[in-house]
Every structure is written in C-alpha cells, then in structure tokens.
C-alpha cells in the first residue's frame, strides 16, 4: 500500500470531522460530547468537557450567545437542541472547575493585559495557566463590568462571583482603577511596550484615544486586528474583542479573541510562525455528514419553570434528543463493518499499520480478509471511499510479502482448483456446428447449485439462437481475484482465453454475476452479456414454470457484483413481471448488499459472513428472488425461502424449499453435469465413477462438516488409507475406528464404524499443524 | 520423560498397544515445538482430539500465520 494513497483515504473518511455545533462554535465546545454525556445523566463529565474550554463557564453558560444553536442538525427534525439551556443546566448543578494549575515555565515572560473583559479576562488566564507573569490593568474599580448591564435573572451576581474565584487563585497581578492614558496620568501603551514581552489589548468597543499614532488604526478609528493572529501593527501588541469586531456585544467571540490573541502570544515567544495551521482556528463549518432523515422529528423540551430553565429531569430529556450528529452511513449498512466496532478512518490506519509492522502479530489479517468487496459502502459514502478497494490492496500486499495467512483462502483456492480441473472443464460448439453464435458460460456455481438447470437452460439456447450456442464450463476466476492471487487469477484468465479463442471468439453470456463482473472488469476484449438480457430477447422457455409451486410475490435481491448493471437488473424485473410475478424491492438494486459469498469472506469469517445473510435474509418476509445461485445457497443455508430466477423457469415442487447443496455436493455436481452433457448432447459415451467408499452421513455430521470445510472426498481419502494401511486407532469402549491422514497440507480425522459394507461416519475435524513422534 | 499410558479406550489398530503420552514434534510454517501427546509406543500413530484441534492447536496455527 502506497502511504499517500493511505492519507488519501483517511481523509475521505469524514466520520471524525466534528459535529455542526462544535465546528460552529469560536472556541469549539464538545456539545455533542457534554450532551452525551448529560443523556446518560453523567452532568458531572458534561461539566468537565466544558470547563476544558471555559475559562468561565458559569458567566458563560448564561450569557453565550450560543452560535452552535443555528447549526445543530436536529434543526431539520423537530427543532435544535437548547445547547444554551443544556450548558446552563449542567453548570448549576455546581461542579468544581479544574483548579488553576500554572504551568512550569523555563522562559517566563512579562506579560500587561490591558482591559478585565472576557478576551481581556481569557487572554490573561490561558497566559497565567502558561506560565508566564501577567498583570492585568483594569480602568474599573472591578473586572467584567460589561456584565454587569445584564439583568440580574439572567446573570444573578453570585454566578459571577463563582466564576471570578478562578481568577483570585490564579498569580495574575490585578491592577484594578488602572486606565490606559495617554498623559502620564496611568499606564501609558509605550511604557507598556517598553517594560512588557508582550501587550493584549481587550478595551471595548470604543476607539482609544490618543492611539492613533502609535498603532495603526481602521476608518472608525479603532485599532486594526488581524482576525487570524489578533496582531496589530506593533509585533508586540495584540488586540481582541469587541475592539476587534465592534458592536454587538457576543461574549463567546470574546472569549474567542482572548484565547487565539494568548495563542498568538506565546507563539511569538517561541518564535513560531503566527499564521501557520490556524485553519480550524474559530466558527468553521464541517464536512461531517448527518443523514438527518433517518430520525423521527422531535420538538424540545419545554421547561417547566420558563425563567429558571431545565430541571435536572428536563436537561435529561432533551439531551437525549440529540441524535448525537455521525457519519457511519457505511457502518450502518454492513455487518463487517459494524463487526469490528469502529470506522473506515481508523480501519484504514490499522490496515496501514498491519502491513507495515516489522515485528510482532498482524492483528487486521483477518479483519482485511473480512470484506466482502460488494461495494455498498462507496455507494452510500458521501465521499464515494470504498473499503473494498482498501481491503483488496492490502490483500495484494499480503500475498506479495507472503503474510497472507494460508488457512483464509486454501479452501476457496481448492474448490478454484477443482473447477479448473478436467473434472468439470468443457469448451465446445453446439453439436452439428463448427462455430459459435454465442457462448454459453454458466458458472461453476451455478453447475454446483443446479445442474440440470444448466443443460435445460443450455438446451433452450441452442434451440432459440441462431447460429449455434458453444458451451464453456469453467471458473471466471473470481476466488483467486478475491484472494489477491493475481497469479491464479491470470492463469484462470488465460485458460479462459486460449479456449475462447479456439471457439473463434464468441459472444460471452454468463449466468452468473460474478463471472459478469470478471469479464467486464478484466478481459476487455469479450464481447459479454448476461444470460437474463439474453433470455429476454429470445424469450423463456414455452411451457415452463408447470408445476413449479413459487408464491406470486417475490423479494428481489440484486446480487451485488450487478450493483451497476442497470440492464440486467430491469430485465429480471421484467421477466419476473412476464411470470406474474410481483416483486418487493429491498433497499433497491444500486443499495444491495452482498450475500455473505463476495470476497471469500465465509471462508476467512464464517461469523461475519453470517451476519450478513442474516441481516439481509431478516428484511422481508417473502420469499427471495436472486439470479445468482451462490446468493440463493447462502440464503437457503441460513434457513431464508429463496429461488434462484431459473427455479422460476423450471420450477419443481416448493424449490424455494430447496436445501444448499454443500460444499461436497457443489463439486459431485459439476463434475456429474459434465459427464451428463458429454453423454447427452454430444453423444459420448461417459461412465459415471464408481465408488469405492460408501459413506453413511447424518445431516448433523454433514452440517458439522460443512462448517469444517471437509468434503466428504477428504473423508473418503482418509479412510482409503486407514483401510489400505492398516494405520487407525480403535476405541475399546465404543468400537469406533479413528483414521488419519495427511495428504498435503492439511491432516484429517475421521471417526467411523463399518455397518454392512457402509462406512458411517460419526465426526469428522482437521488441523494444519503436523506432529510426529520425535526421533 | 517415561511414557506413561494414557486414554487407556484408544488403541492402535495395527500394533494392537494403547496409546501412551509422550514428546511428539508439531510444526507449522516453520516453526517446531515439542508437545506431549498420545501415540503409538511401536509404530508412532500419534493422536490428536478434537478438542485440542480446534482449541489450542488452531490458537497456536493462527498465531503463526499472523506472525
């Protein structure tokens, strides 16, 4: 993985930009962090979150002129949370703020904050708790005398008061009746300037006189503030509040001011640039996405009292009206993702780190091979980031440093195996030709599901195309893609190709998705259609559907890897629609989900890919319709009624009934359908194989197995040499045998009784690891 | 370590013996660890439970490959 493609990544992620009422607010209170808190009645942790980032937050949770307010997203379902009235709530429960703790400062410098406003009152604290030497002159006889213009309900005296024993504990030298002059009479800027590292100027709104002159002032005569650095023309005075931004007095601006201004400050001391990553410096918006729709209106709570605001109760009850504001539209539409508990941002970075680690465990292994690769998180991202695209990258990684562990994907890369194998390939013209028209390429899962629907299927193409219909039974290779076998993948391509050409370079038409996506994806060159676009052209077989029990309403499930294929999903409709069929759609084609196959994630989770299924099977209580077979297995596996679309077509008694075959099964029946074709359409003669081993399974030991990923080939090779050898234990007490074997990678145990000639087998289980008895 | 007889219902088929408890070898991607574990004292058949296969053995199988 490419590190800057990584941090591109990330940044796409936007679950970890802030919500809209802390974005929104100039000096960025965790809102939504205090109101969750407060939902679960924990005021004391609220409080906490606040006091953080308020100097003052008695004076301000009554007096702030609550900006966050405006832009609370509950504003678009029922009304915006009382932030304002949240805070008030919380702070007079009266917790201790943070004692003032200054501190340990090697470089201490001489600060003069002129003006015992809040920027004024902000500046010198943030500077004290720094560590630096502030004094404070106050033309007043007393700080804060703005607020004292507030009526006394609002801000009762004692609120200040409680605020202001902060500042008494603090070492700031207040120096109270000390007005800035420009006559020798009191403090005057340039002897400030002269005895002070650095100056904060917090005088009000009013232009100071005389100060023309010594700094450089706006058209209105007040002093000229950077809104970034709060500097003025002097590099060593700095100047906020409502000096700065003028009348209309917002007391959490001025907070504001006195905070960035002691920012500024002791950058200058340090030397640093003044300007430099001050980005989210005040009021932003976000880029945080909140799908506001999925919640049911809600107004606020009133109070009961109007003048005293929330009770205790009260503050509960709308703080649990707060959503609280997150992106996860990726995290809520899929299982895996949700399985691990946290989003793409972080999974991505741990991905990162997984394959960068030079020591130690690969702890993401199998949350990377975890990922269906279905795509619906980029579908539903408001930035389009797919994990998918991650997940295979760093599978590629993995198997290029050969750290992709081996039991993942070996089972998959097998059954890959087999279909590649001559036990079920088959590349040929229709009989009587030497051409193709078309060629037909039904899937190795659909000849694992449905056989015979494959040769009826088959049949009926060779009888409505003109020209001749080739067969081709193989695999597209879609395991060894998902497994980021990129060697696999091209020899099954190439495989594919040498016979596609043989038969001249026909029209490809897949009945599975998977092969679709394949070929669309990697073998530009093949003209391709789907099989159910085709069958719509030339129409379904006449009297099909006789006695085919399938109710009359059907949910459709697209599969995922048709995601984009708008054609094909329409022309299932429609021929649904033509067999009297009416559908109920799901989340809709474009928002599918995957059925728990994509990515071999069944293989390498078995509890996740669950999990999918599950989710997806619990949506509708119709019987499902898919035109994937793999789809139509996995649902059945976990109990769902489903029909594959050619179920429709060729029907039989309640096929939505129908069990998934398993995984012995899938391979017995492409091999069968081969040797089936072979006989009847071409006319060879093709003997079914005899068996040596009879087995006698129980579908409990079968279900067993099948979790296990032991067909039951496994078993019969390892009774075979159980048998051949002599090699076995025997359990005096039940009479059972336990035979062994080891025939590559993988050792076997099976425990079984001979019963009139049938091998009955009671357990099945394997291990990777080998032991032998030390020489 | 003597071997002692252990799982005294297991027999091994061939050699007609109990199985006995002993050091066996166990190796996986490359790595090798001795374990002790029932097996044949003539022919060597070692035996591994289920329960051991799917315990503490898959543990150790996952742990290497994640290694």
Redesign the interface.
Known sequence: MDGQQVRDWEARCIEEQPPACNATCPVHVDARGMIEHMAKGDFEAAFALFARVIPFPAIISRICDHPCESACRRNDAGGAIRIHELEKVCVSCGYEALPFKPQRSRDKKKIAIVGAGLSGLTAAMDLALKGHEVTLYEAQAWVLDRLTRYDRIVLPESVIAADLARLDASSIDLRLGAPLTNNGSGPELSDLIDNYDAIFLGIGPEPLPGIDGQLATTADGRIAIDALTFATSHPKVFAGGSQRYGAGYSPITSVHDGRYAAQSIDRLFQGASLTASRENQGSQTTRLYVNTARHAPAPPVMPRDPVRGYAHDEGIAEAQRCFPCHCLECVKVCPYLEHYGSYPKRYIREIYNNETIVMGQRKSNRMIDSCTLCGLCAEVCPEDLGMGEVCLSARQGMVEKGRMPVSHHDFALRDLAFSRSAAFTLARHQPGFHGSALLFFPGCQLSASSPDHVARIYDHLCERVDGGVGLMLGCCGAPAHWAARDDLFGQTRDEFRAEWERLGRPPVVTACSSCYRMFADHQPEVKIESLWSLLERVGLPGNANEGASVPTTLAIHDPCTTRHETDIQQSVRRLAASRGITLNELDGAGNTTCCGFGGLVQFANREVADKIVDRRIGQDDADYLTYCAMCRDNFARRGKRAVHFLDLVFGGEDPAARRDPGFSARQENRGRLKRSLLRDVWGEKVNEPTQDIELTVSAEVQADLEKKLILEDDIRQTLRHAESTGEKLVDAASGRFVACHRPVAITYWVEYTIEDGRYVVHRAYSHRMEVRRAS | MTDKAVE???????CNKP?VL????????GNSF??D?P?CPD??????S?AL??GK??Q????L???
Not at chain 2, 22 to 29: I, M, P, T
Not at chain 2, 43 to 48: I, P
Not at chain 2, 60 to 63: I, L
């Open positions: 005294p219902q297991l027999m091994c088929a061939k199985l002993g050091k066996v070898k166990a190796s996986y991607l001795d374990v574990l097996h022919c060597g058949f070692v035996y591994v289920e296969a799917s053995m898959l150790v199988e996952q742990a490959e994640d290694k």
